[in-house]
């Protein structure tokens, strides 16, 4: 592995850090009051790539690696962690599942639009009894002549609210368990669909996290993901991909909280002297440093093995429960050399403290990656 960035993966990196500074910075805060998107930024995330950037062009993609998703997304949640979200769960959990099991025709016929930003993407997997426990599906899909039925509802869903396509798991066989769940291709114009409940929540509050209603939803026997019976490969598979989404989100947060640290560490005054100049300080920032350091590198592992067609989910829990940790343990710290001022909203530190701990929950919560790294290191 490499460790350096390519010519292509700098550039990205540059221009994901202008965009942030420039079109994102200036109106995260407002999004995050008003519980609101800026849906014009999806265009024009869309114009620059970000919305496709790790998939083929022949489809509407930037043609680039994963890598560099992973630094979109990163440079993206270093001001807003809710745009990151937005084009982590999009391109992880909708774009990535029919690229990889979708047939040719399906590809053709929804990749394009998703991937140039005209449309977000979304995945229907959480239930009211199914989270950690994902296997415990109630959403079912029969099949009626030339078209599936699908009856149930989702919850939590991340770009639940303005997706124009919905991954969508259920059950098709009862009695199989696991291995009787289907995915399904969703259109959210489809007959019997609709929008529920949109959560308000404690941070990450501008992404849409809303319920999917399915009332003899109706879409076409051809919208079948892989095979009948996938639905649980394709999921878990999905989710090992969407962690090295959420590792660098959660780097990201943590990134944007150690600068505006840092920053305020050399403006503040206080004994005659400013913050930075205090062993206190000093150590804070330095531990983390170096842990958000070693979070890139674990994320960026874990990316570069997913492009290497390697066996990634291990490396992809390590960095997602890492990551979360330092994110949640950067933000609180970054408060802590604000003092007083970093528990006010006058300061994005506050903000990013709120947005950090969703990084431990969704995408399977640090002890759900605790098991799956176990397992790696304890099955034959």
Not at 186 to 191: F, G, K
Request: proline fraction near 3%; aromatic fraction near 8%; include cysteine.
């Amino acid at each position: 592995m490499d460790f350096g960035l390519t010519d292509i993966q700098r550039m990205v990196r540059d221009t994901a850090r202008k965009f942030a500074a420039e079109e994102v910075a200036p109106i995260a805060a407002a999004m995050d009051k008003s519980a609101k998107f800026e849906m014009s930024l999806v265009k024009k995330m869309g114009e620059l790539g970000f919305m496709g950037v790790a998939y083929p062009e022949e489809y509407g993609g930037a043609g680039m690696d994963y890598k560099c998703y992973a630094i979109i997304v990163e440079e993206l949640s270093s001001v807003c962690a809710s745009t990151g979200v937005v084009v982590s769960a999009h391109s992880s959990l909708c774009c990535d599942p029919i690229y990889k099991f979708g047939t040719e025709e399906q590809k053709k016929k929804y990749l394009p639009p998703l991937l140039s930003g005209e449309m977000l993407g979304c995945l229907g997997l959480t239930e009211p009894g199914a989270g950690s426990d994902a296997a415990n599906q109630k959403t079912t899909a029969r099949l009626d002549g030339d078209e599936w039925v699908i009856n149930g509802s989702k919850i939590f869903i991340t770009n639940g609210g303005p997706a124009g396509v919905a991954v969508v798991i259920a059950v098709t066989e009862k009695e199989k368990g696991s291995r009787g769940l289907s995915a399904f291709i969703v259109p959210t114009d489809s007959p019997g669909f609709r929008v529920g409940k949109e959560e308000h929540k404690l941070g990450i509050r501008a992404s849409s996290t809303a319920e999917l209603l399915f009332e003899d939803c109706r879409i076409p026997k051809e919208n079948l993901l892989g095979k009948d019976g996938d639905g649980f490969k394709i999921a878990l598979t999905t989710l090992d991909g969407g962690r090295i989404g959420i590792a660098a989100q959660a780097l990201g947060i943590a990134q944007g909280a150690l600068n505006a640290a840092v920053a305020y560490s050399k403006e503040r005054v206080q004994f005659g002297k400013p913050l930075a100049a205090f062993q206190a300080i000093q150590w804070k920032l330095a531990e983390c440093a170096t842990d958000i350091d070693a979070a890139r590198l674990l994320t960026y592992r874990a990316a570069w093995m997913k492009d290497a067609g390697m066996r990634f989910g291990t490396q992809s829990a390590m960095a997602k429960l890492f990551a979360a940790e330092t994110c949640m343990k950067a933000t609180r710290e970054a408060i802590q050399v604000f003092g007083g001022y970093g528990y006010v909203d006058e300061y994005p530190v506050e903000r990013f403290y709120r947005d950090a701990k969703i990084t431990e929950i969704y995408e399977g919560t640090s002890e759900v990656q605790k098991i799956v790294i176990s397992r790696s290191l304890t099955s034959d």
